[in-house]
């Protein structure tokens, strides 16, 4: 059974930062290709960002230089290091597995809430 928890999610100010972590279990982390999504109220779910398998990652323009994803295969673990936080960055950010080697999938976290104020 496939199960992706996400946490990290919390109030900071602008300018602040955040690291957000996925666990991954019931599936082979390590050939998986993975992304965060973030949906702000109002908003359509759109794609931050996403790290391959092989470790080659894409971003959102609004995020670039600014966020950075990262994985940690040994723990089965998917980070997203959030930097100089903006108020527009406040959303529920939610984990998603899209690949696995050759093969296509579509598991989502519950998602957790990231609140940019001060």
Not at 6 to 25: F, H, I, K, T
Not at 97 to 103: D, E, M, Q, T, V
Request: charged share 15%.
């Amino acid at each position: 059974q496939v199960q992706l928890v996400e946490s990290g999610g919390e109030l900071v100010q602008p300018g602040g930062s955040l690291r957000l972590s996925c666990v991954a279990s019931g599936i082979a982390f390590n050939i998986a290709s993975m992304g965060w999504y973030r949906q702000a109220p109002g908003k359509q779910r759109e794609l931050v960002a996403s790290i391959t398998s092989g470790g080659d990652t894409d971003y959102a323009g609004s995020v670039k230089a600014r966020f950075i994803i990262s994985r940690d295969n040994a723990k089965n673990t998917l980070y997203l290091q959030m930097n100089s936080l903006k108020p527009e960055d406040t959303a529920v950010y939610y984990c998603h597995l899209h690949r696995i080697g050759s093969n296509w999938y579509d598991y989502w976290g519950q998602g957790t809430q990231v609140a940019v104020s001060s």
